[in-house]
């Protein structure tokens, strides 16, 4: 989730345009849906991963409203204006449960309305017409607000995709398989630290047995 970084740009610019700071979110998430390139349709792990993202979405009760779009590109997986999935075409190339684990991570921001409750934060901090003197006034304490709310979200994907897993059959396993394919990292302003997720993770998983 490189948004808060791109909305903190498009936001500097924002002041000149007379626009409001949802307007602002929709452009900046646009923009970001606009960069990237389509994958191969007929390619084997696109199928793979539509496929995937069809069961899950199906399982979720989710409807058509939910987009995917399998990209190459410097991304992995990510969430668009709450309910665009965006997925790399490599991710056909996992083993199905951490591919599984992934895509159900991003239905669980889909599902859980967390781009909805990140709008809110911003209007919250800049109500009405942007003003350039009243963004750059909060933009440190909104980034703080908002990278503490993206990290809970992040969690809370992550538990879903657990729940959607277990009612697969399958097990946390796949999600530290998911893990271990992706890399270890460190926290961000949008995501925590790989550690602290698997340890989420363990925990959510002690608590369904
Ligand atoms: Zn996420």
Known sequence: MRWLFVTLLVLSGAAARCEGIVEVLGRSQQLQLEAFTDADADAPSTRKVRQSFEALRDRAGLGPTVELRVVTGPVLAETLHGRVIIAHQSLGDLDEGA??????????????????????LYQAWLPGELMQAQSDAVAALLGHDAS?????????????ALHMLHALGRSAQDAVSAFVQMGVYSDTATHPGTRKRLAALRAAEGELK
């Open 99 to 120: 591919r599984l684990f992934i895509l159900a991570h991003e239905l669980g921001h889909v599902s859980l309305k967390h781009w909805p409750q990140m709008t809110l």
């Open 148 to 160: 503490a709310l993206a990290h809970r979200q992040e969690f809370e994907a992550d538990v879903f």
